[in-house]
């Protein structure tokens, strides 16, 4: 597949401007305008000059700050940059309104190609994974590594905890649901996401759990919050009906990088029964399950994800990393990991 099935939006226009999100100590945010979009790349500066780039993609109804405990921690192993998705974080909308795979991936595109930093180290959690998948099949050029966290890749038999976030995708659930939970406070939503997306909420910091309510606040305050998050849910499910050669799974066998995949055994949004298909899908692919951990296993267990990081990059440098040959699945190492 070649890079014109991303295909081409209108320039950009003037975007609605929003409230500065928090960043943290270290971090820097800036704005980059593309055409049809403007994005938020959050960064660290460089330990040292030479460190090779590192891109990390969030999830749906996530943000670059779910990177920022992953990013500290590979200071002086990557040059990292997070980026806020389109209508996620702290970048406004895309001027066409499409939230596709296709779209998302698009955008993370052009702007890689726009900063001249690919090849990158590519990480993605969860839609963040499906469109991080999508870039590494059909730019393989601009993908040293892939790291992908609880991608959400088709599966026939979807959890019943995910039900409800597959359903924001149905025309008119999401404004049956906001009228529903109007009521409902930053903080109550807040408890609903951690219970969600956690194995162990209580591993959430206090400080950390205000911050994110905090951001919940600033997000519902903005007129395109459930649009983003309806539109994205859409997006991601009709990417699970597509076959051929535009499936996701499809496009992950055809996927060329070195990549590692982390499955969190409690995640109760991506099946933790899917790990061992990841790992046979992915040609080139290394495995680490983590039994404790929910859908945000970077944020829940950011030492040992960035441990296996390091690891997966040793491995890939190491003189003989292109020659040792062999079927996918067996390569494909699994390394169980406990709290």
């Given at each position: 597949?070649?890079s014109?099935?991303?295909?081409?939006?209108?320039p950009a226009s003037?975007l609605?401007?929003?409230?500065?999100?928090?960043?943290?100590?270290?971090?820097?945010l800036?704005s980059v305008?593309?055409?049809?979009a403007t994005?938020?790349?959050?960064s660290r500066?460089?330990?040292?000059?030479g460190?090779e780039?590192?891109?990390?993609v969030?999830?749906?109804g996530?943000s670059?700050?779910?990177w920022s405990a992953?990013?500290?921690?590979l200071?002086g192993?990557?040059?990292?940059?997070?980026?806020?998705l389109?209508g996620?974080?702290d970048?406004p909308p895309?001027?066409?309104?499409d939230?596709?795979?296709?779209a998302h991936?698009r955008?993370?595109?052009?702007?890689?190609?726009?900063?001249?930093?690919?090849?990158v180290?590519?990480?993605g959690?969860s839609?963040?994974g499906?469109?991080?998948t999508?870039?590494?099949?059909?730019?393989p050029d601009?993908v040293r590594?892939?790291t992908?966290?609880?991608?959400?890749?088709p599966?026939?038999?979807?959890?019943?905890?995910?039900?409800?976030?597959?359903?924001?995708?149905v025309?008119?659930?999401?404004?049956?649901f906001?009228r529903?939970t109007?009521?409902?406070t930053?903080?109550?939503?807040?408890r609903?996401?951690?219970?969600?997306?956690?194995?162990?909420?209580?591993r959430v910091?206090?400080?950390?759990?205000q911050?994110?309510v905090e951001e919940?606040?600033?997000?519902?305050r903005?007129?395109?919050f459930?649009?983003a998050?309806?539109?994205?849910a859409r997006?991601?499910v009709?990417?699970?009906?597509?076959?051929?050669?535009?499936g996701?799974?499809?496009?992950?066998e055809?996927?060329?990088?070195?990549?590692?995949l982390?499955?969190?055994?409690?995640?109760?949004?991506?099946g933790?029964?899917?790990a061992?298909?990841?790992?046979?899908?992915?040609?080139?692919?290394?495995?680490?399950t983590?039994?404790?951990a929910?859908?945000?296993?970077?944020?829940?267990y950011?030492?040992?994800?960035?441990t296996?990081?390091r690891?997966?990059?040793?491995?890939?440098?190491?003189?003989?990393?292109?020659?040792r040959?062999?079927?996918?699945?067996e390569?494909?190492?699994s390394?169980?990991?406990?709290?």
């Amino acid at each position: 597949m070649s890079s014109t099935e991303l295909p081409s939006v209108p320039p950009a226009s003037v975007l609605p401007k929003t409230v500065s999100v928090r960043v943290a100590e270290g971090e820097r945010l800036r704005s980059v305008g593309l055409p049809g979009a403007t994005l938020k790349i959050r960064s660290r500066p460089p330990a040292r000059e030479g460190l090779e780039p590192a891109l990390y993609v969030h999830g749906l109804g996530g943000s670059s700050q779910n990177w920022s405990a992953l990013m500290a921690l590979l200071d002086g192993v990557v040059d990292s940059e997070a980026v806020d998705l389109p209508g996620f974080g702290d970048s406004p909308p895309p001027d066409d309104g499409d939230y596709s795979v296709t779209a998302h991936a698009r955008a993370v595109i052009r702007y890689l190609d726009a900063s001249a930093r690919g090849p990158v180290h590519l990480l993605g959690n969860s839609l963040g994974g499906a469109v991080s998948t999508r870039v590494a099949a059909v730019r393989p050029d601009l993908v040293r590594t892939l790291t992908l966290v609880s991608p959400a890749l088709p599966e026939l038999r979807i959890q019943r905890t995910a039900v409800p976030t597959g359903l924001l995708g149905v025309p008119g659930v999401a404004a049956l649901f906001s009228r529903f939970t109007r009521e409902w406070t930053a903080e109550q939503r807040v408890r609903g996401v951690t219970a969600l997306c956690y194995g162990d909420p209580g591993r959430v910091a206090p400080e950390s759990f205000q911050h994110a309510v905090e951001e919940m606040e600033r997000r519902l305050r903005l007129p395109y919050f459930w649009d983003a998050m309806t539109r994205s849910a859409r997006g991601l499910v009709n990417a699970y009906t597509l076959g051929g050669q535009h499936g996701l799974w499809r496009q992950a066998e055809r996927v060329l990088a070195p990549t590692l995949l982390v499955y969190g055994g409690r995640d109760q949004l991506v099946g933790f029964r899917m790990a061992q298909r990841s790992a046979r899908a992915f040609r080139d692919s290394r495995l680490l399950t983590l039994p404790d951990a929910g859908h945000v296993a970077m944020m829940e267990y950011p030492e040992t994800v960035a441990t296996a990081f390091r690891e997966l990059l040793a491995e890939t440098r190491a003189p003989d990393a292109g020659t040792r040959a062999g079927p996918a699945a067996e390569r494909a190492g699994s390394v169980d990991a406990g709290s």
